[in-house]
């Protein structure tokens, strides 16, 4: 007789925890833990969404004539802890075993190391297949290799599952349609609506006891609109192939004012906690660029984003932990400003994408890129506190795909292993992707001085202050020419003008 434990993020019906399961005998155990509720202080959508999707997957197992046994957030008995739980059943019955599809997190994955000794029971931890490259798959392929690079990668995974490929090689004959996915956006542009859900009343009483348990968690709670099945995560899925895969390539990199959602997937979410599974979305996308639906430059690119850069980040989680959560190759220090949680600052750019990162637990890529990683990076933001505050505000957050993103695309904080250099930009980039700067207070086109956008300044006061850490880097090479021509009144403009705006910053956290 086996105890067979769900995590919150394996609501996929094939999961492998699942396979031989006996309907009979076998116990199926699943929680809602205040130790993983709270190890960060989740966005308030977000703890909506994973437990209303446990409920909802729990109903389908149930109804699949599965023996269940679910525990609620708010059950007196409820021990808070995951290996509480487990230890609680395993008192109520005969098992000879715990099952359990390997946890998604080093954190957890970790804890259960010790499982065996603490519950006095054989428990199994089996690998998690709905991704696309095993841990030992990634280790193989980077093993010797000076540099890891995504592309690689990439490539090597549309082999290997036969996407958009021909006999040739690949679809088109180039791998990367890239440089065709940079266009800024076109004024009046409408961008079709994202996938909205009516929340049902078992989504409404997780957001009573949200709100009632949860009252100080970052986010707005209402407006939820998340699909919270595995029906409703497909029919998200399809709205974006048939209505906005199109132009997703085309204005990838693009930020308007008011249009939080733009033309991307917002399936993030459900792939992560096992609504959707990664392979059909690409198949999805594939067979509508094969029917004539879509162009070859957003399936490629949407493509690209699932097999390559959300395998190769969590290859690189796997095979870089724990040591890789504590890196800080530019020292960075300094606190993360006040305003992430407030979005009250002068920067419209930044406010923008804080105040919509608010209202609905999503950033499009490129905002949390370009805008607010920019400015983490640029203003030297201490890595463990931005690491906690996007592994909070988002709804798709797990630390193995927010880390990587996090220290290593936006931060640098890993030295260049998984990105070959900082994307490190000023004012002119946010101006050329958006139409935030028209808006703003502060002058894209102002270079030094109040008035001037503190991107500008901050850019260059970040390359002069990592001197040492990066002008051996080739691709910053130009940079540091640039740096090198600049007169000394100019350098002393940009010191005097990032001073001042970090002394801003500094009065305000101490005001608060
Ligand atoms: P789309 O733009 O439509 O892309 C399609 C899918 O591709 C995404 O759903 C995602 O599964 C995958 N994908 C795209 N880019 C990446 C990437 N860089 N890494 C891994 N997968 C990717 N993604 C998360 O799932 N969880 C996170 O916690 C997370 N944190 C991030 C933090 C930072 C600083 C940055 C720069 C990126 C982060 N990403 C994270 C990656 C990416 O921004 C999100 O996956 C994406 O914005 C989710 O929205 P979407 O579903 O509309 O994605």
């Given at each position: 007789?086996?105890?067979?434990?769900?995590?919150?993020?394996?609501?996929?019906?094939?999961?492998?925890?699942?396979?031989?399961?006996?309907?009979?005998?076998?116990?199926l155990l699943m929680c809602e833990v205040r130790a993983e509720a709270t190890y960060v202080k989740h966005h308030k959508k977000k703890i909506v969404f994973v437990f209303s999707s446990m409920r909802h997957f729990a109903a389908e197992l149930v109804r699949s004539e599965l023996n269940l046994q679910y525990v609620k957030y708010d059950d007196p008995q409820n021990s808070g802890s995951l290996v509480g739980e487990v230890a609680r059943f395993l008192a109520q019955g005969d098992y000879d075993e715990v099952i359990v599809t390997a946890p998604s997190e080093y954190r957890l994955s970790n804890e259960m190391q010790s499982w065996p000794s603490i519950l006095g029971i054989p428990v199994t931890i089996r690998e998690d297949d709905r991704f696309l490259c095993t841990p030992a798959e990634f280790s193989n392929w980077a093993k010797g290799r000076k540099q890891l690079r995504m592309e690689y990668f990439y490539r090597e995974m549309r082999r290997k599952y036969s996407v958009l490929m021909d006999e040739t090689g690949p679809v088109g004959g180039q791998w990367n349609y890239d440089s065709d996915n940079r266009k800024p956006p076109v004024a009046g542009m409408t961008v079709p609506d994202t996938y909205r859900a009516e929340p049902d009343s078992v989504t409404q009483e997780i957001m009573t006891l949200v709100e009632t348990h949860f009252p100080d968690h970052f986010g707005d709670l209402y407006p939820f609109h998340f699909a919270v099945t595995r029906d409703q995560a497909l029919a998200a899925l399809d709205e974006f192939i048939t209505r906005r895969l199109t132009f997703f390539g085309d204005y990838q990199d693009a930020m308007i004012q008011g249009e939080p959602w733009m033309y991307h997937s917002h399936i993030g979410l459900y792939l992560n906690c096992g609504l959707l599974n990664p392979l059909e979305c690409i198949e999805r996308a594939e067979a509508a660029f094969h029917k004539g639906d879509a162009p070859l430059n957003a399936v490629e690119g949407f493509i690209r984003q699932i097999l390559g850069w959300r395998e190769y980040v969590r290859g690189i989680y796997w095979h870089e932990m724990p040591h890789y959560a504590s890196q800080n190759f530019l020292e960075a220090k300094r606190t993360l400003p006040d305003f992430f949680w407030t979005g009250v600052t002068q920067m419209n750019c930044m406010r923008q994408c804080i105040t919509e990162t608010k209202q609905n637990a999503y950033a499009h890529h490129i905002q949390r890129l370009m805008v607010l990683g920019n400015f983490c990076l640029l203003a030297g933001i201490d890595p463990d506190e931005v690491n906690n505050w996007y592994l909070l505000v988002y709804a798709d957050a797990y630390e193995w795909?927010?880390?990587?993103?996090?220290?290593?695309?936006?931060?640098?904080?890993?030295?260049?292993?998984?990105?070959?250099?900082?994307?490190?930009?000023?004012?002119?980039?946010?101006?050329?992707?958006?139409?935030?700067?028209?808006?703003?207070?502060?002058k894209v086109t102002v270079k030094n001085g109040p008035k001037a956008?503190?991107?500008?300044?901050?850019?260059?006061?970040f390359i002069g202050r990592n001197d040492a850490k990066l002008r051996g880097n080739p691709r910053m090479g130009f940079m540091y020419k640039s740096l090198d021509r600049m007169s000394t009144e100019k350098r002393h403009a940009i010191r005097d003008d990032s001073r001042r705006f970090f002394k801003a910053l500094e009065t305000n956290e101490k005001g608060r």
């Open positions: 007789m086996k105890l067979r434990l769900i995590l919150g993020d394996q609501l996929s019906s094939d999961i492998s925890s699942l396979r031989d399961v006996d309907a009979k005998n076998d116990t795909v927010e880390l990587p993103n996090v220290s290593g695309m936006i931060l640098f904080a890993d030295g260049g292993q998984l990105a070959s250099k900082p994307y490190a930009a000023s004012g002119a980039y946010i101006k050329k992707m958006s139409n935030y700067c028209a808006s703003c207070t502060y956008c503190p991107f500008n300044y901050l850019y260059w006061d």
